[in-house]
């Protein structure tokens, strides 16, 4: 069986994606502060981000998997 590398590509980065919102996910319930400069970061974008890579990481896995071709049955007239 012949592997599609786009097929790879997409699941590659499904990977990536999904490892990011797994550790935004973590970061959210651990809490540890993040600041950037001298700003607290609050934990609310870490759930955005989470909903975010996580779709984006499903919706690439599903582009990946091959689907079954449907075909239509002739129609007696």
């Known amino acids: 069986m012949t592997t ?3 097929a790879k590509g997409l699941r ?3 990977v990536i994606f ?7 996910l973590v970061r959210l319930f651990t809490g540890p502060e ?6 607290r970061l609050e934990p609310l974008p870490s759930l955005v ?11 690439l896995s599903r582009l ?4 079954p071709v ?3 049955e002739p129609v007696d007239v």
């Open 4 to 6: 599609n590398p786009q």
């Open 18 to 24: 999904g490892l990011i919102s797994i550790v935004h």
């Open 49 to 59: 981000a989470v909903l975010f890579f996580g779709g984006l990481g499903i919706w």
């Open 12 to 14: 590659v980065s499904s």
């Open 34 to 39: 993040v600041y950037i400069g001298n700003h």
């Open 70 to 72: 449907k075909v239509k």
């Open 64 to 67: 990946a998997s091959p689907r």
